[in-house]
């Protein structure tokens, strides 16, 4: 009976897969990536649709030079509700095989237009050890630990009191650049609430891009989720993009931010105005924009102190910034996580 329950589960599988594809998104598929080849969505600016040549240019990567495409060597990729995904090989003039996906959706007609034709989408950067149970104990204990040790006699107290005392003494390196980064932020929100089209590109866009770390596997549970975010947002956005960038004389730190506070602030903009779900998320805003605005004023704050206290010194105290911007992080991952699975579903 092994081998009949087997392959029933097979064909369920294939059977899923086949019902999945649409005939008619099959065919708006190759008529996208034909037309893209040929040069049929490059960025033109069209009075009647201002925001046509921006949503072409977030969701349209350029065309390879007399690229070519032979459709019959189609894959199919996801269906996600009225929207499915195709993979296509495109050789390029050089010869060299590069593999798009071209994204169809399905209209209220009954239409299917292509939406988005980009590189084939990255594998997910999270490593896949993380979504184990016991990953999700271990880190859950962490946290514990971590929050207990800030608030008690142990070096991570003392790294935090450190951290603190380097940040009063360039005060004022810290007023101005959380002025500047919030500032640039709401700014960020002022214009996405004024021009709610961009706001929605900019969200869909981002939304894809954090898809595609994998994220969104983590989100069987509230501490899974809390791990995911929390994993992400210190190596991709504390360490990798802010701290980084904050060795090379300080400047790249803050930014490198300015661009992507500015992005954000766009893609969160309430454009259906201030309801619960606005206001829910207001605390994560809060908290993890301020863990890379500490680690950014860190960075030009350590090149104030090196004529005081020397290049080495001040180098490497900036280390120090790490730990309340991890504390932040952790906070913000554990609420964000209780938020989008506990408490966001209360007020729908």
Known sequence: MQWFTRTLMALWVVLGVAFAQTPAAEQAADAAVRTWLAGGFTTKIDPEDP???????????PAPRDGRVNVALREFGTAEGNTETYRYPVA????????????????????????????EAAQASLPESLKSPLATVVFALLSVAFVVAA??????????????????????????????LYGVFALGMAFGVSFPEAARELGNLLGGSLRQTGIL?????VPSLALGIFTWNFMSGAFLTTYVPGLFLGVPAPLFNLARFFAIGVALAPTEGLGASFWLHLPVIIIELQAYIFIACAAVGWLFRWPRVGFVRAWRDYAYSLLPAALLLLIGAWYEALEILVLVPMFR
């Open 217 to 221: 596997d983590f989100a069987s549970n």
């Open 151 to 180: 608030f008690t006699n142990t070096f991570i107290r003392e790294g935090l009191r450190r951290a603190l005392a380097i940040a009063r003494e360039t005060l004022p390196v810290y007023g101005v650049i959380n002025a500047l």
């Open 92 to 119: 390029d003039r050089a010869g060299n095989l590069l593999t798009y996906d071209v994204t169809v959706t399905r209209g209220t007609d009954g239409t299917w237009t292509p939406t988005r034709i980009m590189p």
């Open 51 to 61: 925001w046509k040549a921006l949503r072409q240019t977030l969701n349209f990567q």
